[in-house]
């Protein structure tokens, strides 16, 4: 016997054929005589439905209320799914997040605290299965919290490890983790393995398979996770710790994928003066204004010379980024803020970078090769990220996964 959480996501819920099915599959676990407790999605497009409606209300709705709004799409589909469990004959119940409770602080993206896992024991010991919903918690005053788009990943990881689970299954529309997004590139290839690391960078660039949380939440616990489809009933992708790869017969490449991501924003400020704390007198406001920054270039031509500054922002907090820069721009000195949300950033990521030189020269010549302009650059010991003209998005992605070696074989 084995102790499972199952997770699905907005695209397995969305209506009640698609529950039903994932009912069976739950129902196929119990059967095997598996402890199981389910974490579901709201359907697909609600949770967007619903923050639409909060931004129709108030341009600057008050995130506790978001909370209560966006919560709601989850509690419909746990209760579905236990109706359809009951349905077939199965101990099922749901259990909102404030039932257990998850215990979590903040509002919109609220961190886990803790998970209660006696009501789970006791279900679990009555032999019944437990529906709850993802992506929501409750905070220590009681108010409920939701933990951000695609939360429900982190929910499922979140409890697997509270109730000491065996593995947690993440059942999505795609059967396991890619190269790249199969929806882009066709040729992507269905990876058998990932190490915890690999996938943290790559969730972390855009590949939004797996929330970046719910990644580095298995990391710390070391809770295997697979990646699987509740369309198709085939093997997924295992994300796994370093270890298992020294096991593993299947050849590596040294590149394991590549992820793009358009919600940033490039900021530049020309004419800088070239001094000691000009660049930490335009990062601390943004930094006091909780304004994540990524990638940062800067130019000074000659010594003496002004200079020119160049990062990137969350497209959602461009006007917010602006705002702070505009206070400060008569105090640091500079001319001018030039803005372009028409950006993507494109990343290769693999853990054979650190023992291979050329990685970055290689992506750099591929693009050049294509006339595709590299506005900045950052890099990790596991990945390599440019900023280019969203407009090239697709073929970028494209072609270096060509270049890297990453084509399917029988898609030729
Ligand atoms: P769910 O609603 O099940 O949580 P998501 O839409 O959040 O599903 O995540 C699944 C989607 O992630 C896929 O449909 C796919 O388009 C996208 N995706 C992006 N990068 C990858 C990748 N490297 N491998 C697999 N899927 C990816
Ligand atoms: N329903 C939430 C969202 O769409 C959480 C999730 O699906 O993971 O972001
Ligand atoms: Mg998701």
Redesign the pocket.
Known sequence: MARIVMKF??TSMAGIERIRHVSSLVKREAERGNQVAVVV??MAG???RLVHLCREAASLYDPREYDVV?AS??QVTSGLLAITLQGMGLNARSYMGWQLPILASGHAAALIEGIDVDVLERVFDGGGIAVIP??QGVTAEGELATLG?????TSAVALAAAMKADRCDIYTDVDGVYTTDPRIVPKARKLDLVTYEEMLELASVGAKVL?TRSVGLAMRYGMPLQVLSSFEDRPGTLIVGDDALEDSPMERNVITGIAHDKNEAMVTLTGLADSPGTVAGIFAPLAAANINVDMIVQSVPRRGEKSVLTFTVPRASLAHTTAELEKVQAEVGFDEIVTNTEVVKVSAVGVGMRSNAGIAAQMFQTLADRGINILAITTSEIKVSVLIPEEYTELAVRVLHTAYGLDSEDSE
């Open positions: 996501g907005g999605s709201a609600e949770t967007d966006v799409g989850e993802g992506f788009r695609g939360g429900s990943d929330q």
